[in-house]
């Protein structure tokens, strides 16, 4: 798996490098990771790192800070839902070409009605953690997004109770 990721990510920076053709001699150029274990365990970076590096440029890992993937609107439901268009084009690809571009043209063809229904998910989340005064003990809100996108054209409620706004104000102020 570990191999494949490499290769996934050589293919990457492939791209990248045919894409911004480094005006310096030498360039970093800085690429954002989650911090998960599998990106991070074992040496893991300094093998992508050398994966990455040539062609007059090194990638440079920046991990992001640590925070609920209900709150992460790329963790939430872009991810998982790009993967799955990607699977429905090729479910085992042959070579890191055909996969690339698979990626390419998932992202490329990527509804906009799919993001609309991950933004609704994200505002019930936001509303559901203010309900409990920040905690990580909420239970993720369903408030007709589906009836409101076909009354409105868009599942996402931007709407929050008055009270638990003021309440969570109140908290931030000390």
């Known amino acids: ?14 791209a990248v490098a045919g894409e911004m053709k480094a005006q310096e001699e030498h360039a ?12 991070t ?15 007059g440029w090194t990638p440079l890992f920046i991990t992001q800070p640590p925070n609920s993937p ?17 699977k429905k084009i090729c479910s085992h690809c042959i070579s890191r070409t055909e996969m690339m571009a698979n990626v390419l043209k998932a992202f490329e063809e ?4 799919k993001l609309d229904g991950i933004w609704a998910c994200y505002f019930n989340n936001l509303r559901s953690i203010m309900a409990c005064d920040g905690g ?9 997004g589906r009836k409101r996108k076909r009354d409105t054209g868009s ?13 969570c104000l109140r908290l931030c102020r000390g």
């Open 1 to 14: 798996m570990r191999k494949e990721w490499n290769q996934s990510f050589e293919g990457i920076c492939y």
């Open 28 to 39: 970093e150029k800085v690429f954002q990771e989650t911090g998960e274990v599998t990106h």
């Open 41 to 55: 365990a074992d040496g893991t970076i300094d093998e992508l790192i050398a994966a990455g590096t040539g062609g």
């Open 70 to 86: 209900d709150v992460n609107i790329n963790d939430l439901g872009f991810f998982h839902s790009l993967k799955t268009d990607i």
């Open 110 to 113: 990527y509804p906009s009605s």
């Open 136 to 144: 990580n003990d909420y239970k993720q809100a369903h408030n007709g």
């Open 155 to 167: 599942a996402v409620d931007l709407s929050i109770n008055l009270d638990d706004y003021d309440r």
